[in-house]
């Protein structure tokens, strides 16, 4: 007798423990949001100053444009697929733009966003149609096109430097300026993820790539055009690489040949960290963002709490491996949870 | 679960037969790879006249001889269906470690060995994450390329340590002696002559080209998958860090930033050598091939004057042609079909509008 009640009771504590692993594997972003407050908690009273208003500024301005690469970052994994060379995209468009601004100091900041948007969306394109026409891995292709890029950037700037000082005022502005203390770079940043937020849970296509990603062979058989479907996931990840270059160059004043460089690992941290699924088919927008955001604030409390930031990058591969595997063991959690579920429904 | 993931969205790509005996060795890899080998000697010829003297070889090899190293357990692990990324970041944490060991009073052979053996526990840090807990090999080296290198730069943010006994630092500069090869191609060559018997000639290999071409397959067929593709991940780590120690030998320096970026060479070596990145197929001779190929390419580029930072953008274009073109078939058989579906739609259209 009593061991049946113990047995319940051992089922019982199984069924609630599934539950907390399935909220949160349903509601990644509540976690992240939690482990921003204790980071920013902790921190605090270790140094009230973290949560001053310049810090505070400089915190989402930091994360903006990391956030900004996420969302081209999340489409192309939720599609199953990896673009690494968002870093040298930046950076070739980030130059670029400085090179416009040197040559044509008068011109309208309409055609530098333009030229920026234009050689993002080149390099996806060719990221793109290589990946689906030559149907070989987007990790090889975009490997190549990482080192490819940035030696293209590397020739023509050679050991130049473009500096503030030949930016006009209005676009450096973009940069440190703020309404109403929030910076310019946050209201872009919230506003793009927004609308993406929206249109990844809106629109048919985007649809699609969670569609493609969960499994491409059904997704095929479903009519779903695969192809062009990876093939435009590319080109809004070059795209929106190449319009985060103009903001990078806004926010950091000045560009040489080196901007951006390993961009591409902080940001597939900050995807990942922000619980998209490296293996594709699910993963939102709005918790890759607040991955950037956990990323960039935890790189900043480092300094508060007087640890080097030179210990940033082995923070965001640590981040990276332990969102993967936190994931992976909550799968492993919730799997027989749903199976119990659907068995009793169905 | 990864051989699926390193597949390209849209489709499994076919595995096409073999070409036919006869034709078949004009069009083998390998044969491709010898007359790359023979246009990349006569660009070097062409453009110094030094590059055909013997002396040169010894530059040739000295500049891919890490490369080299690290390429035969990757070759390894791409044939299982898997991807390790973190080989450069082993070779400057090992190297960094080697360094930071030697500064502090260690002497120099316990500091490389210690070397070797971090080497060994960062591998197998990658094994288990990957076998163990089933993670993506390409997701989880991507994080241990950051993490790695991160932690060089941590420990050694913005110093190089150098001060290496000389007769030890001298090896990575000096050839054999009476000889013009160096000394990391010497390890290399002894290497690759074991890893070749080891994969084509012993029931492990065909257990790593079985694990290729189909996981399942060979774990229903009793081979021990993930115990292969844990060591494959040691052995990767261990040859890195001994690779890492060679490097800091080389340049009698230990930097957080040594070999940063060398990924994409040895990853180039292993593709460019014929090695399928969807796994199960691919040979030593092609990759040892590959080796020659890229350090005569590189050594004619220099000597043509082109910056490094140029190179780079020759490399990873043979990075993205040499997964492109064993594909080349398959493109040109699906443009047809596409091409003559369109045509035949054409016909119908005009046959049917012709009837109207």
């Keep these: ?30 976690g992240i949001v939690f482990a921003l407050v204790v980071v920013v908690a902790a921190t605090t009273i270790d140094n009230p100053n973290f949560l001053s208003a310049s810090s505070i500024q400089n915190l989402l301005s930091g994360a903006a444009i990391i956030a900004l690469l996420a969302i081209g970052e999340t489409i192309v994994i939720v599609t199953r697929n990896v673009d690494l060379s968002i870093g040298s995209v930046l950076g070739i468009s980030a130059y670029a733009v400085g090179v416009v601004y040197r040559d044509h100091p008068h011109v309208s900041m309409a055609v530098v966003f333009l030229v920026a948007l234009g050689i993002g969306l080149a390099c996806g394109i060719v990221n793109g149609a290589i990946v689906t026409i030559a149907r070989v891995p987007s990790l090889v292709v975009t490997l190549g096109t990482l080192y490819i890029i940035r030696g293209i950037d590397g020739a023509w700037a050679g050991g130049n430097q473009v500096n503030a000082s030949m930016l006009p005022e209005s676009f450096n502005k973009i940069g440190y300026g703020t309404v109403a203390g929030i910076p ?59 319009l985060a270059g103009a ?87 919730v799997a027989p949870a749903l199976r119990t579920r659907r068995r009793t429904r169905g | 679960m990864a051989e699926r993931e390193l597949k390209p969205a849209d489709e499994v790509p076919s595995r096409a037969p073999r070409a036919r005996p006869g034709v078949g060795i004009l069009v083998r890899w390998e044969s491709l790879l010898v007359v790359l ?23 040739i090899c000295l ?35 080697m360094a930071e060991l030697f500064k502090h009073g260690w002497p120099i052979w316990p500091a490389m060995i210690m070397a070797v053996v971090l080497g060994a526990v960062l591998g197998a840090f990658n094994g288990v994450l990957i076998t163990r807990l089933g993670l993506p090999s390409l997701a989880v080296t991507i994080g241990t390329l950051t993490l790695y290198r991160g932690i060089s730069q941590g420990i050694l943010p913005t110093d190089t340590i150098g001060g290496f006994p000389a007769n030890l630092a001298s090896i990575g500069v000096i050839p054999i002696p009476h000889t013009h090869i160096p000394y990391s191609i010497a390890f290399f060559a002894a290497l690759a002559v074991v890893f070749a018997v080891v994969l084509h000639a012993t029931p492990l290999g065909r257990a790593v080209f079985a694990i290729g071409a189909g996981q399942e ?51 180039t070596v292993v593709l460019l050598g014929g090695i399928s990145i969807f796994g199960g197929r691919g040979t030593i001779a092609g990759v040892v091939l590959a080796v020659a190929v890229l350090g005569c390419l590189q050594t004619a580029l220099t000597a043509d004057l082109i910056p490094s930072q140029d190179q780079n953008i020759v490399v990873g274009a043979l990075l993205i042609a040499s997964v492109i073109v064993p594909n080349g078939g398959d493109l040109y058989r699906r443009a047809r079909v596409r091409l003559r579906s369109a045509a035949a739609r054409r016909h119908a259209a005009a046959a049917q509008s012709e009837g109207s």
């Design chain 1, 1 to 30: 007798m009593t061991t049946l009640a113990e047995d319940r009771k051992v089922v019982e504590q199984r069924r609630s423990s599934h539950v907390v692993a399935e909220t949160l594997f349903r509601f990644r972003e509540l």
């Design chain 1, 247 to 333: 903001f990078w160059l806004s926010y950091f004043g000045s560009v040489d040949a080196i901007a951006g460089v390993g961009y591409e690992f902080q940001v597939i941290a900050a995807v990942v960290v922000g619980g998209v699924a490296i293996f594709g088919g699910s993963g939102t927008v709005l918790g890759a963002a607040l991955g950037a955001l956990l990323l960039n604030t935890i790189n900043s409390a480092l300094v508060v709490v007087n640890v080097s930031s030179f210990w940033s990058q082995a923070l965001a591969g640590g981040l990276l491996l332990a969102a993967i595997a936190f994931d992976r063991l909550i799968a492993l959690r």
């Design chain 1, 184 to 242: 310019y770079l946050g209201i872009i940043a919230i506003v793009a993820v927004g609308i993406a937020t929206y249109a990844m849970r809106t629109f048919r296509t985007a649809r699609d790539f969670y569609a493609i990603g969960s499994d491409p062979a059904a997704a095929r058989l479903a009519g779903v055009p695969v192809g062009s479907r990876v093939f435009l996931a590319f080109v809004l990840s070059g795209g929106i690489a190449g």
């Design chain 2, 37 to 59: 080998l023979g246009g990349t000697i006569a660009y070097g010829a062409a453009v110094s006249p030094y590059f055909l003297q013997s002396t040169n070889l010894f530059f």
């Design chain 2, 217 to 267: 397959a060979a774990f229903f067929a009793g081979i021990r998958v993930k115990r292969i593709k844990f060591w494959l991940f040691v052995l990767s780590g261990t040859l890195s860090g001994f690779a890492g120690v060679l490097w800091t030998l080389r340049f009698a320096s230990a930097r957080y930033d040594s070999g940063a970026g060398l990924e994409l060479f040895v990853v």
């Design chain 2, 63 to 97: 500049n891919v001889g890490e490369i080299a190293i690290m390429a035969l357990p990757l070759t390894l692990i791409v044939v299982t269906g898997e991807i390790d990324l973190s080989v450069a970041s082993i070779l400057g944490l090992t190297g960094v470690l």
